[in-house]
């Protein structure tokens, strides 16, 4: 038999995204329920060291968003661990259907879903994922300076972060399946003229290479695909930049999307073309992709809610001066 549990905001996502609009909604005595999903703190749980983390010179990501999680939790939201199979956004109030059965009824729903970065499918590669591999040259590219990098792809991502990890790296080998690139000619420009950049064309990446103890990456072995011969190159950080694709599911076929999925938000908002229905963090962002702009994008969205809300008179006894998010307004008086 299916539960019901209404709800003046469900947050669907448990990423950075997710916890800081839970934060902000709790504090604005929303009551806002939080649904997981299968991965419970999203992306971040995938990797170690985390650098630019406002606050934490050093975080391991999974201590991070435990930590987020616990803030979230006592600020007042109720964190649920269930996943949304599908939404019913037609009619008011809406539905999330949970895989536990439970069906949430919410005045205004906020979607924090995320992205995922695509990924060969590879043994070596899942092997020394966060310990060598990796699909973030901004988030990881700051740990190989000095060092030899290996990135993986050919269309705008690759040569973005080939170029990016020229910054840090001694030599960046660009790998790539085919003799030409898909990326824009701008780009590919700026990459060919580029003394720390070589290119290895027709080439596939078949394992990636190191040490037990510890975990480690030293190289990757590649594929001639036309000659099928086998090539070993030496490297510290191998960076997999096949693209990404956002967890769109949801609404894919309710809201509008652009650049690959990526949900469309209103100019300096995370208001979607529904109503009370807003979306924040790597669901609708293709140019960042970071915690600190997901948590920005949450924050947003839980104060997008909460004005929403009071402009269906939905947050009832709601002081329209209050500040949002700050706590109770300072008394100048009394500083
Ligand atoms: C290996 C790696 C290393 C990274 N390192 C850094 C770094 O050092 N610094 C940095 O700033 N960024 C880093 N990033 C990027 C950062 O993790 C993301 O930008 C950030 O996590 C996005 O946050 P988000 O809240 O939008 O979504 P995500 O973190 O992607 O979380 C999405 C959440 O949605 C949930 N979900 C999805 N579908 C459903 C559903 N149907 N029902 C319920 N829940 C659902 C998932 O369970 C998950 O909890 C890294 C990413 C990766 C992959």
């Known amino acids: 038999m299916s539960d019901t549990r209404r709800t003046k905001v469900l947050i669907i996502g448990s990423g950075p995204a997710g916890y800081t609009a839970g934060v902000y909604a709790s504090r604005a005595m929303l009551e806002p329920i939080l649904v997981q999903g299968i991965e419970p703190g999203g992306q971040l749980t995938t990797t170690t060291d985390v650098e630019?983390?406002?606050?934490?010179?050093?975080?391991q990501g999974p201590d991070l968003m435990v930590r987020m999680e616990a803030h979230a939790h006592a600020m007042g939201t109720e964190i649920i661990g269930d996943y949304i199979t599908s939404l019913d956004l037609e009619t008011r109030p809406y539905k999330a259907h949970g895989d536990?059965?439970?069906i949430y009824e919410a005045d205004a729903i906020i979607l924090a879903t995320g992205a995922r970065a695509k990924w060969l499918g590879l043994p070596s590669e899942e092997?020394?994922?966060?310990?060598?591999?990796?699909?973030?040259?901004?988030?990881?590219?700051?740990?190989?300076?000095?060092?030899?990098?290996?990135?993986?792809?050919?269309?705008?991502?690759a040569v973005e972060e080939a170029l990016f990890l020229t910054n840090f790296a001694s030599k960046v080998t660009l790998v790539h399946r085919r003799d030409e690139l898909r990326a824009e000619k701008i780009l590919q420009d700026r990459l060919f003229k580029n003394?720390?950049?070589?290119?290895?064309?027709?080439h596939g990446l078949e394992e990636v290479t190191g040490t037990e103890s510890p975990l480690g990456v030293e190289g990757v072995r590649v594929k001639n695909v036309k000659t099928g011969e086998i090539r070993e190159i030496p490297a510290k950080g191998v960076f997999i930049a096949i693209g990404h694709a956002p967890a769109n599911e949801l609404v894919k076929d309710k809201l509008e999307t652009h650049m690959g999925g990526y949900?469309?938000?209103?100019?300096?908002?995370?208001?979607?073309?529904?109503?009370?229905?807003?979306?924040?963090?790597?669901?609708?962002?293709?140019?960042?992709?970071?915690?600190v702009t997901s948590a920005g994008m949450g924050c947003m969205a839980a104060l997008e809610a909460e004005r929403w809300l009071s402009e269906q008179d939905i947050v009832e006894g709601k002081d329209e001066t209050e500040p949002l998010g700050y706590g109770a307004p300072v008394d100048s008086a009394a500083e």
């Not at 300076?145 to 991502?157: A, D, K, L, M, P």
């Not at 003394?195 to 027709?202: C, F, G, N, S, T």
């Open 195 to 202: 003394p720390k950049i070589e290119m290895l064309w027709d």
């Open 52 to 59: 630019n983390w406002p606050g934490d010179t050093e975080v």
């Open 100 to 102: 536990s059965g439970t």
């Open 127 to 157: 092997k020394f994922k966060g310990f060598g591999v990796s699909a973030c040259a901004t988030c990881d590219g700051f740990f190989y300076r000095g060092q030899e990098i290996v990135v993986v792809g050919g269309g705008n991502t």
């Open 263 to 291: 949900v469309v938000t209103k100019p300096d908002s995370t208001e979607t073309s529904i109503p009370g229905v807003f979306a924040a963090g790597d669901l609708t962002d293709h140019k960042y992709r970071q915690a």
